[in-house]
């Protein structure tokens, strides 16, 4: 499974984004999916998850509130809506899927897209 995201960039402090996932290959195979985030110097941190037909979802804290997470199914695609950023917001966000093969159940990871919340 391929995933690429987009919708990054520059906001200003309270403004919004919306970051877009699209997955390519083996697609039915998909389970659950998520968005993680890496800040310069920091570890690379879960945001939110959603299960595979969409109906659970899973937030931190640090955007509880604010993020919301939903997939299309039928277009192999997971966004993520941000409202309200704060400048700790800032970090490259990565669209990670897990999918079934050969029995097993792995991870991919998608190249990351910048989000910039400027003060």
């Known amino acids: 499974v391929q995933l690429v995201e987009s919708g990054g960039g520059l906001v200003q402090v309270g403004g919004s984004l919306r970051l877009s996932c699209a997955a390519s290959?083996?697609?039915?195979?998909?389970?659950?999916m998520g968005w993680y985030r890496q800040a310069p110097g920091k570890q690379r941190e879960l945001v939110a998850t959603?299960?595979?037909?969409?109906?659970?979802?899973t937030y931190a804290d640090f955007v509880k509130g604010r993020f919301t997470i939903s997939r299309d199914n039928a277009k192999n695609t997971m966004d993520l809506q941000m409202s309200s950023l704060k400048p700790e917001d800032t970090a490259v966000y990565y669209c990670?899927?897990?999918?079934?093969?050969?029995?097993?159940?792995?991870?991919?990871w998608g190249q990351g897209t910048q989000v910039t919340v400027s003060p």
């Open positions: 290959g083996t697609t039915f195979s998909i389970n659950a």
């Open positions: 990670m899927v897990n999918f079934w093969m050969g029995g097993g159940l792995f991870g991919s």
């Open positions: 959603i299960t595979g037909g969409g109906g659970t979802t």
